[in-house]
């Protein structure tokens, strides 16, 4: 046999086994011998993982697009920045190629590996998920502008993946700023969230570091409906919900990020003991929207559109040209919202709760939000509630083909 078509062959675990001799002997060396094994006969394995259509509440991990992205928004987020400790581009491959076939065990609802039968050696799998089932778990991966200068790839780092201005309230700190690798691990357990970037990292050991994280959640209604931040106002009302308006307004439509995405993550604390002295009115001014219902102020349903420029009979505007939502869809701009509370206990010097929101948006620019940040300017009220305490923009991948690896179109880019 030519040995050529053998490299690079993309085989399942069962075929490298056969060809290894190995057997059931074999499975007890678990995946990094399996692999080692074969790498040392000269072929170069991508081992493929079948989502699996009988797994209990499962995402598919294969298909144009990354999950974690048009999916429904789940309860629970475990959002991880890296940096990587290696300076090739060829270990980085290596690394998405080895987490490939993990993701889909993981989203599977499956351990991440073949457990080993020697009880000498430390689980492949940590094991906290045990017994979970999938519950929708969806993990979405991009990267950083600071992953490009590190890998000496800048000639196909996208023009527009730069770190983002800055933009008034922020107080950035360093420990929540930036990243050259990003996970977003979605689920509605927040265990099988954390346990997929746990286990991901934990395969990584020695290639990356966590950067810094933050788990987040969502409560939804009885019978469903848009989820409320920890103001109490509905977050996520105005988001594309058609092909047609993703086309528009998130996926990517040229180069190696063709179907992939922007991702721009913001760590937004927010001032729980300022806002609760504030008045009803007062509040509901700020955002623009009544409370109870998500309404647009002077409208009745959550959904309802609206005119930012009509006036009541005392030539005022309605919705008050200071809220949120006015200063937002004066921008003309339109991003896709999958926004989290949080809440990390105290901060120190003051006991005010260490609470807010990890906002997470999808655009097919960065500029769709760096736009509606410039006009939200120093005019939303908003901002005497909020301070941005952290920030990062991403470059997430289109989505895998089976038999394929994340990242592979900027490998093909090279």
């Not at 409320?228 to 509905?234: Q, S, V």
């Not at 410039?374 to 005497?384: F, I, P, T, Y």
């Amino acid at each position: 046999m030519n040995e050529g078509k053998w490299l690079n062959k993309k085989v399942s675990r069962r075929e490298m086994l056969k060809m290894t001799g190995v057997g059931v002997v074999g499975v007890a060396i678990g995946a990094t011998g399996l692999g080692g094994a074969m790498k040392v006969m000269g072929y170069d394995v991508l081992e493929v993982v079948s989502d699996n259509p009988l797994s209990k509440n499962k995402v598919n991990f294969y298909g144009k697009y990354q999950s974690g992205i048009a999916t429904p928004v789940q309860k629970h987020v475990y959002f991880a920045s890296l940096n990587v400790l290696f300076d090739t581009p060829e270990k980085l491959k290596q690394l998405f190629q080895k987490w490939t076939p993990m993701i889909v065990r993981l989203m599977n609802g499956e351990q991440i590996d073949e457990m080993s039968s020697n009880s000498y050696v430390p689980p492949v799998d940590t094991g906290e998920a045990e017994g979970l089932n999938a519950n929708n778990l969806t993990i979405t991966v991009g990267v950083g502008p600071s992953l490009f200068k590190k890998l000496n790839i800048e000639h196909i780092k996208p023009k527009e993946l730069e770190d983002l201005p800055h933009f008034p309230k922020d107080q950035l700190q360093e420990a929540y700023t930036g990243g050259d690798i990003c996970i977003q691990a979605c689920a509605d357990d927040p265990q099988v969230a954390f346990h997929a970037v746990r286990n991901l990292v934990r395969q990584a050991s020695g290639q990356v570091v966590i950067h810094w994280a933050q788990a987040g959640f969502n409560s939804f209604p009885e019978g469903g409906g848009t989820p409320r931040n920890l103001f109490a106002f509905k977050d996520g009302t105005v988001n594309p919900k058609t092909d047609e308006e993703f086309k528009e307004v998130v996926w990517c439509d040229s180069g190696w990020m063709k179907n992939g995405t922007y991702l721009i993550v913001r760590k937004i604390q927010m001032h729980l003991e300022t806002w609760d002295r504030t008045s009803l009115k007062d509040q509901e001014t700020t955002f623009g929207r009544y409370r109870d219902s998500g309404a647009p102020i002077g409208k009745k349903d959550e959904f309802d559109d609206f005119d930012i420029e009509e006036k009541d009979e005392n030539g005022n505007y309605i919705i008050p040209e200071i809220s949120h939502v006015h200063l937002a869809r004066k921008s003309g701009a339109k991003i896709l919202r999958r926004a989290f509370s949080y809440a990390s206990g105290i901060v120190d010097k003051t006991g005010a709760h260490d609470a807010g929101l990890l906002f997470i948006s999808f655009q097919k620019s960065p500029k769709q939000f760096i736009t509606i940040q410039n006009s939200l300017g120093r005019m939303d009220k908003l901002n005497e509630y909020i301070t941005h305490r952290g920030s990062a923009i991403f470059a997430c991948f289109p989505g895998v083909k089976e038999g394929g690896y994340l990242g592979e179109t900027l490998f093909k880019a090279l």
